[in-house]
């Protein structure tokens, strides 16, 4: 079946530009979260929607960062007045279920970013 | 604060060489632990996963990684690596009240063929 999606898969922009960065979760999964990889630095925790109840935004590194899911399915992360240290690898993952430890995180292919 | 420890960052072997990761993680009381790979070109995927049962965990491409809880260490392992073995190799772990994994820095290996 179809795995993770998001859009674009390349994205740059200038310094104060707002972006719109898309997933597509696997259908049926209620979890969805949002990293980002920066050079040697690992993953870095973003944000996690857990089916029907508010959103752990506690990753968001500042207010210029925001994100939403639409019906339980498409998330969008939108960073607002860009700045050139917001440059990375953003990955989407889903996972099936909500209130587990284990579940098994399915990754998106990413969006890189770069900000001029 | 939660965190994942990865001691290598970048390895180099050569074909058939046997591999160990080191992976530490911080939590206490039950904990879930995942190794991903990310290969060049391609999305982070699943390697294997423990969360219960037997401490030594079998996963694709013959790797396994052993659960020592008295260590907080979740190693992976292969006996004899391919060419095809070099990727990113991701830890995460969850719990400790937390459903949101959290990664080690992630380890870089070549294999030389």
């Known amino acids: 079946g179809a795995g993770v999606s998001q859009s674009p898969s390349n994205k740059v922009t200038e310094k104060g530009k707002d972006v719109e960065l898309r997933c597509d979760p696997i259908?049926?999964?209620?979890?969805l979260y949002w990293y980002r990889q920066s050079l040697g630095q690992g993953l870095e925790f973003l944000i996690y929607?857990?089916?029907?109840?508010?959103?752990?935004k506690s990753g968001l590194p500042s207010d210029r960062f925001s994100a939403e899911r639409t019906g339980g399915s498409v998330s969008t992360l939108t960073i607002q007045r860009t700045q050139q240290e917001d440059s990375a690898v953003y990955l989407c993952?889903?996972?099936?279920?909500?209130?587990?430890?284990?579940?098994?995180?399915?990754f998106g292919p990413g969006t890189r970013l770069t900000v001029l | 604060a939660q965190s994942v420890s990865q001691h290598n960052h970048h390895v180099i072997l050569s074909e058939a060489a046997s591999l160990e990761l080191g992976c530490n993680y911080s939590?206490?009381?039950?904990?879930?632990l995942f190794w991903y790979v990310q290969y060049p070109g391609q999305h982070l995927q699943l390697l294997l996963k423990?969360?219960?049962?037997?401490?030594l965990v079998k996963g694709i491409k013959g790797f396994e990684a052993e659960f020592i809880k008295s260590k907080f260490s979740f190693n992976l392992r292969k006996p004899s690596v391919q060419w095809s073995d070099t990727a990113e190799y991701f830890c995460?772990?969850?719990?400790?009240?937390?459903?949101?994994?959290?990664f080690g820095r992630g380890t870089s290996l070549i294999v030389h063929p």
């Open positions: 993952a889903s996972s099936l279920l909500t209130g587990v430890t284990y579940n098994e995180q399915f």
């Open positions: 259908s049926g999964h209620t979890a």
């Open positions: 929607f857990q089916g029907n109840s508010a959103p752990d």
């Open positions: 939590y206490g009381g039950t904990v879930n």
């Open positions: 423990y969360f219960s049962g037997d401490p």
């Open positions: 995460a772990a969850s719990g400790g009240g937390s459903y949101i994994p959290t």
